[in-house]
């Protein structure tokens, strides 16, 4: 039994597909020492895979660190992400990532108006039970 069990697995790994893989050559890489909090490196891909970071201490100390990588998305166009960490915490900027609301309600329309229908189910007297899943 055990030796089918064996050979049976050995033939599901035989028969899964085999992927070809290009290998990727790197084309560019630039490193600086790392001196106290100042550090440099860049990377480049030959399959458009790039990153870049710089840290530094800033004026009271603390460690600041930047950067960017790109990489390329199926439809042949290149996504980049800038970032900065810093004293104020981690931030990143793309055209690609959706921009929180400012506006005078931080809080989505579509949201604004499930609350208000919680809120009008429960002026008219209705109470949620989370058993039932529904107002009762």
Not at 22 to 50: M, T
Not at 67 to 96: C, H, K, M, Q
Request: glycine residues 6%; contains cysteine; proline residues 7%.
């Amino acid at each position: 039994m055990k030796l089918i069990i064996c050979a049976a697995l050995v033939a599901f790994a035989a028969a899964r597909p085999q992927l070809e893989e290009e290998p990727v050559a790197i084309i560019l890489e630039e490193s600086d020492p790392i001196d106290g909090a100042n550090f440099r490196h860049v990377f480049e891909a030959d399959n458009g895979i790039s990153q870049s970071m710089i840290g530094s201490a800033a004026e009271d100390g603390t460690q600041v660190m930047s950067g960017s990588y790109s990489f390329p998305l199926p439809d042949g166009t290149i996504a980049t992400f800038d970032w900065v960490a810093d004293a104020a915490g981690f931030r990143v900027e793309s055209p690609l990532l959706p921009v929180a609301p400012v506006a005078e309600h931080p809080i989505p329309a579509h949201a604004l108006e499930q609350i208000a229908f919680a809120d009008a189910q429960r002026a008219a007297g209705l109470v949620w039970d989370e058993a039932a899943g529904a107002w009762l």
